[in-house]
């Protein structure tokens, strides 16, 4: 069965130079394309209303539960522009899935995978011509869903909103990868056992802005959470972490409470193709501070989608620095970082088929 979605062409296209200078410097998240996708859910007709439309405000009741309880959950992809003009994406399985795990945890409704999948497909045709091209460019896709019951008690809302919308993105490392120290967080958390760190919810994000906040006082580029006991890593406030051994073992966080990253996840898998050894489990501060003592702990990395794969390069506290804040970036890490960008870019084979295709060559 095909997906139809209604489709309203918006009548007033950004001017061509308009979107040609946006793409010519797009930085990230400031700028969005012509159109975008909802598809609404009630409790008594499900999902109905697929459709695209023009990009722009929406019209909200004060009294939407989603402004007062935080009922949200959201997913962030990319879509890459080849050197042959096609488009595609990466793993939109995985987001689509993840989304429904999501969704669970914030009692919000499951959209299948087939309805999210074509809802980004339909969004990154019409508005083809805003993905730009060249270096590590990308369209990035913000899948989102929102509680928008009028309805102040407190409960799962009945009436939901799907949408996604789309904004070009420049490279993350405009001058080349460089590593970035990263700020130990003693005194917040992300998230504790039972709660809704294994979803990607809105929520997370406000609770992590105070500590990246300090992070950045600290002259860090981001914060890392400890688990509640004070132990053992969990992750960045919206990247995972991993830790690189001398003897090539990658070594990774296996914890409840963590978003379950698309990008580690492959990283890991391009690792093990490559011979590497993978564990997840617990992993210690400890573990850290001392193998980088004893130099049996050689890179440390974050990755998510946005940057792919940052060096860390420091893990900084009040009491300590953990590595050498100007290191250069390590060899297993950049390794990783260009076999998937490769992928991503159609510029190496995709040996898991991973890429999936949106838009023709032309
Ligand atoms: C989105 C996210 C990640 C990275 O996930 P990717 O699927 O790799 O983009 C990691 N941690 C948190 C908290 C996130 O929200």
Sequence with gaps: MTLSFTLTRNERLAEVSTREAVLTDPGFGKHFTDHMVSIDWTIDEGWHGHRVEAYGPLQMDPASA???YGQEIFEG???YRRADGSVWTFRPDQNARRMQRSAERLA???????????????LVQIDEAWVPSGGENSLYLRPFMIANEVFLGVRAAQ????????SPAGPY??????????????????????????????????ASLLPTQQ????????????????????????MNVVLVRSDGTLITPDSDSILDGVTRNSLLQLAEDA????????VTLA?????????????????????????IAALKSPEETIGDPDAPAGPVALALRKQLTDIQYGRAEDPHGWMVQLTEAR
């Excluded at 499951?110 to 497909?121: G, K, S, T, W």
């Excluded at 003693?186 to 919810?201: I, L, S």
């Design 287 to 311: 573990e850290w501070r001392d193998g980088v003592a004893d130099g049996t702990v050689t890179e440390a990395f974050a990755c998510g989608t946005a940057a792919v794969l940052t060096p």
């Design 275 to 282: 011979g590497h050894r993978v564990e997840r489990r617990p």
């Design 108 to 122: 919000l409704p499951q959209l299948p995978e087939a309805d999210f999948v074509e809802a980004v497909r339909q």
């Design 173 to 206: 490392f405009a001058g080349g990868v460089r590593p970035v120290s990263i700020w130990l967080s003693r005194e917040y958390n992300r998230a504790g056992r039972g709660g809704t760190g294994a979803a990607k919810c809105g929520g997370n994000y406000a």
């Design 159 to 166: 009436t939901v909103r799907f949408m996604v919308i789309a």
């Design 215 to 238: 992070a950045v006082a600290n002259g860090c580029a981001q914060v890392l959470f400890l688990n509640e006991e004070g132990t053992d890593l969990e992750e960045l406030g919206g």
């Design 66 to 68: 989603v402004l007062h």
């Design 77 to 79: 992809m990319k879509a």
